[in-house]
C-alpha cells in the first residue's frame, strides 16, 4: 500500500473531534467573550443564547479558527460532544440536496444507521434528548441545503449550532456574528500580533522593536488585517526582509477576479478585493513549479499525502521527485498546510484560487483523470488484499481518504463515455465503504452505476438458479459487475431492505457467468445470510450448504467465503445447536489468525461468545464477547459493536453480576441508537435482548437496574466502550 496513515489529531478527554490547535491564537477577545455567552447553554442570561450562530464574513477572515477556540471554550458544557463538520470537501462536486450535507453530518457524528429511513429522517431521530454542538464549517458552498438540515436539527432543543459562511443562511432565530479583519494600529494591535508570531515561526529571532514594528505595522494596514493575507505576507519573510516585503507589497500585481473569494460585490466593498489580491501575489512570487503544483493539488477534496501528491501532480515539466521539494515550499510560503504527519491540506480560498489557475491552463481534465486513477488503484489493491493482515491498514486508509474516494467515484459516474472504470471503482469503493461505515455513501452510487445492469429475474425463480439474462445495453459483466451486485446486496441485508430478493437474483446471474466457483459461493452468501436475517435459519443452511468448500482467497472474495461460514455457524446457533456452530466458528477463527486479517475472527468471537453462552462455560462466553467487542471496536464496525455489546451484557449477567451488565445494556441503549437498527430487526437477537434484561431485573430488582441503566446510558461512547472492555474489578 502507498503512503503512511495518518492518525487523526482530535482533543482528548470529551466528545467530539475538534482537532489539536498548530498554531497559537492571536486576538479576537470581545468576540470570543460574545461567543461565550451566545453558545453556553448553562450559564449566563437565557435571553441571550442562540442555538444558531453564524459567523458571516469574507473568506480568510479567520471564521474558522474563531468558531474553534469558541468551541474548545464551551466543550464542557455539552455532554454529547462538540463535532467539527467540514462541508468544503462537497464544493464542486456537483452533489445537491439536504442528504448530502445530512450525510456529512451523520459521518462526523459516526452514526451508522443501517436502516432504510433518510438521511434527514435519522439524523431528526438521533438528535432528539442530544445536548451537543455542532461547528458546520464553511456553509457558504452548500448554503440552501445546509440552511435546510440546520432548520430540522433545531427542531431538538439541546442541539446548538456554530456556522461559519460568506453569507448568513437565512434560518429564523439565526444570531450573525460579523466577523471583521483584525484590527490595525486601534491600541489593539491583533493584526500586528498575528504578524509578529508567524514572521517568527519562519525568521527565528524576529521580534517587534523601534525599527521592525512601524514597517510590519505598514505592512499590516496594507492588508487590511486580513488574518489569511497577513499569514501569507510573514511567510514571505523565509526569503525577504522586511522592508523587501513592505516594498514589494506596495507594487504587487492586480490578479484576475475570483468571485469564490469574496462575500459580496467588490464594487460595494473594496477591502474584500485585498485578500485575492494577496493571494495573486503570492501567486506571482512562486516559481512555475510551485503555480503549476499549487494548482493541480487543487482537485483534492480533503486531505493528501506526499504519494498521492506525486502520483496527481506529476507529469510534464513536473517530475514527481521534484513534488516534494516544490511541496516544502509551499508549506513555507502557507499556500499548504500541514495536518499531520505526511499529510497536506489547503484552505479554500487558497484551493479555490488554484482551481481557477487550473482551468485557465486547460488542465482540470487530465489532472482529475490523474486523481481518478490514482484512487481506483488504491481501491483495487485493497480488495485484493481486504481478507489478509492489511485489512485494518485498508479500513484505515479509506476512512482517511473518504472525501478523495467520494470525488474520484462520483467524477468517474458523470462519465457516461468511461461506464467499464466507473463499474470497477463504484464496486471497490463500494465494498469498502460498506466495511468502513459509509454505507449511506455506497447506496446512491451502486444504484446509479447498476441502474444500465443485467435485469432482475422474475419472482418465480429460485434465488440462486435464475434463468440466463442478456445484458441490458451498456453493462459490462464480470468481475467488477459481481462485486458492486455483491456489495449491494450485502447493505441491503442488513437494512432489512424489501428489495434484498432482486439483489439476491442479480448477483447470482452475474456470479453465473464467471469461470470461478469462488464468485457462486459470495453470491450464495447474500442468499443465505438473507434467511438468516429472516429467521429461517434451517432453509438458510440447506442453502449455505451448496456452496462449494474451496481454499480461501485473499482478496475480498475471500471475505465473502468465510462470511458464508460465519452464516452457517449462526444459522447453528439459531437453532441452539451449539457444537456444530462451534465447530464453524473455531474454523474461521483459525483461518483468519493464519490470514492476521480482522473482521471475519471478531466475527467468529462473537460466534463463540454465543455457543459458550448456550453450553454454560460463562468465564469463556465473556471472554469471547470480550474479545468481539474490541475487534469491531478497532475495525469502527459500530453495528457489530452494538450486537457483540447486547451478548456480553448477556453473560454477564449469567455470571450473576446484575449491576454491571444492566450499565452495559444502557451503554449499548446509546450504541444502537448510533446504528439506527435496533437488533437489526432480527426476532432472535431482540428475544434474547428482552431475556437478558427480565433476568437482570429479576435478579436485582427494578430501581437498582434502572438507576444502573441510567448511569451507562449516560456515558460518552468512547467511555462506554472502555468500561465494557475493562474487566470488572473485584
Known sequence: MSGDIPEEAVTGGAAGNLPVPTRGFVGRRDELTLLDTLLRPNGGNR????????????GGVGKTRLALQAARRTRSAYPDGVWLVELSPLYNTGLTGPAVVGLAVMETLRLSDETTRSVLESLIAWAQGKRLLL??????????????????LLLAPDVHILATSRRRLGVPGEQCVEVEPLPVGTGRDDALALFADRAAAVRPGFTLDGTTRPVAAAVCRRLDGIPLAVELAAARLSTLTLRELHDRLGTRPEPEPLDLLSAQDDRAEPRHRTLRTTIGWSHELCAPLERLLWARLSVFAGGFGLDAAQEVCADGPLSARWVPALLDRLVEQSIVRRRGPNRYGMLDTVREYGAGWLRELGEEDGVRLRHREYYRRLAREACAEW????????CARVRTDHADFRAAVDWSLDRSEDRAAALEITGTVGFLWRYSGHTRDALPRLDR?????????????PPLVPAATDPAPGAAPGADLVRALWTRGAVALFQGDPDTDTWIRRCADAARRQDDPVFLTAATYIAGGHLVICGRPAEALDLLSTA???????DWLGAAQLSVLLSVSFAHLMRAEYAPARTVAEEVLEESARRGE????TTAAYMLAQADLGQGDIPSAIHNATRALTGNRLMHDTTM???????????????GDGHRAARLLGINEHVWDITGSTQLGSPALAAARRACEHRIRDTIGERAYEDAYAKGRSMSYEEGMAYATDAPTA
Open 641 to 655: 459493536v452494538a450486537v457483540a455489546l447486547d451478548l456480553l451484557a448477556n453473560a454477564v449477567a449469567a455470571a
Open 47 to 58: 435571553a441571550h443564547r442562540r442555538q444558531l450562530v453564524t459567523l458571516v464574513g469574507p
Open 135 to 152: 461547528v458546520l464549517d464553511s456553509c457558504e458552498h452548500v448554503l440552501t441545503d445546509c440552511a435546510a438540515v440546520v432548520e430540522s
Open 598 to 601: 480482522s473482521w471475519a475472527g
Open 387 to 394: 481478507n489478509t493482515r492489511r485489512q485494518a491498514l485498508w
Open 449 to 461: 452505476v447498476l441502474a444500465t445492469g443485467p435485469a432482475p429475474m422474475p419472482d418465480t425463480d
Open 548 to 554: 462449494e468448500r474451496l481454499p480461501v482467497r485473499d
